[in-house]
């Protein structure tokens, strides 16, 4: 059970899924479904702050290296072209519904990227990543919850 846990809690601060993976993961392996979407959506939205220190303080430094250069340039492009535009028109409600869609390259980690690159309030951008990691964790565990079921 500790294990499960973990591993869930795990894949919800992991970039490759988030807690889109994290609740299905831990529904699955037989874990209460409360603690389950709580502890994963805890565990995505401090991934929040932690980007947000990453990309003011350490990702500076690391850019004086060509290849971290490059990668990073890509996935500010990326944003940008992605998703860049609606965010930037509807500020706090793009952002929201970014991070709402429980899609691939949605989510907190584009949510900070793009905080970061658009340079919006860190205060009202966490409310935002917040209330969209919660909705996208709602869809997320009732999807998985009717599925286990049998309904959906």
């Given at each position: 059970m500790i294990q499960d846990i973990i591993i869930a809690i795990l894949w919800s601060i992991s970039p490759f899924g988030e807690a889109k993976v994290g609740i299905p993961y831990g529904m699955l392996s037989g874990l209460n479904i409360y603690l389950v979407f709580v502890a994963c959506f805890l565990a995505n939205v401090l991934v929040f702050p932690i980007m947000i220190f990453f990309l003011e303080k350490v990702n500076d430094y690391l850019l004086r290296w060509n290849l971290y250069k490059k990668a990073a340039i890509f996935?500010?492009?990326?944003?940008?072209?992605?998703?860049?535009?609606?965010?930037?028109?509807?500020?706090?409600?793009?952002?929201?519904?970014?991070?709402?869609?429980?899609?691939?390259?949605?989510?907190v980690y584009a949510g900070s990227i793009a905080t970061y690159l658009f340079k919006i309030k860190k205060r009202k951008a966490f409310v935002a990543n917040t209330v969209g990691i919660f909705l996208s964790s709602v869809i997320v565990w009732a999807t998985t919850l009717l599925t286990m079921q049998g309904i959906a």
């Open positions: 996935v500010a492009r990326r944003a940008k072209v992605g998703s860049g535009d609606k965010i930037q028109k509807y500020g706090f409600w793009g952002l929201l519904f970014f991070v709402m869609i429980p899609l691939p390259g949605t989510g």
